[in-house]
């Protein structure tokens, strides 16, 4: 898991993209589409346990925040893609913000769960977070 605050950009940013898919957060109920149609969701990490003291009392923590579109088995992948692509485009030529995106991409898609019910493309973006806490 990542700290707070660049989990909540993250989350605020996809939220008021209203990208029109229902997003499975971390630790809250969520119940997937019926019938079975497009959902995202979204793990932030990041890659360091502790933070690295970089001077004057700021700290530097980097990470990833994973997106996965969820689309029905056998539908095939232009809709996923199109979703992927919408996801990236959210965090795409942002300014100086307490989070700064610094790039993404676009993986290889998997059929997903036991039931062979999903396919997955992930979409991962690294960020930047400078704090003073």
Do not use: H
């Amino acid at each position: 898991m990542s700290s707070p605050v660049p989990f909540d950009d993250v989350r605020s940013k996809l939220e008021a993209a209203n990208l029109g898919y229902p997003i499975a957060w971390p630790n809250t109920v969520f119940r997937r589409p019926q019938p079975p149609g497009p959902w995202l969701s979204v793990e932030c990490t990041s890659r360091t346990l502790v933070p690295i003291e970089i001077s004057g009392g700021v700290w530097q923590e980097e990470g990833t925040a994973f997106i996965d579109v969820f689309v029905p088995a056998g539908s095939g992948t232009d809709t996923a893609r199109s979703i992927a692509k919408a996801v990236a485009n959210v965090f795409r030529g942002l300014g100086a913000e307490p989070v700064v995106y610094l790039g993404g991409s676009i993986g290889a898609g998997v059929t997903t769960e036991s039931d062979g019910m999903w396919w997955t493309l992930p979409v991962t973006v690294d960020w930047r977070y400078q704090d003073t806490t």
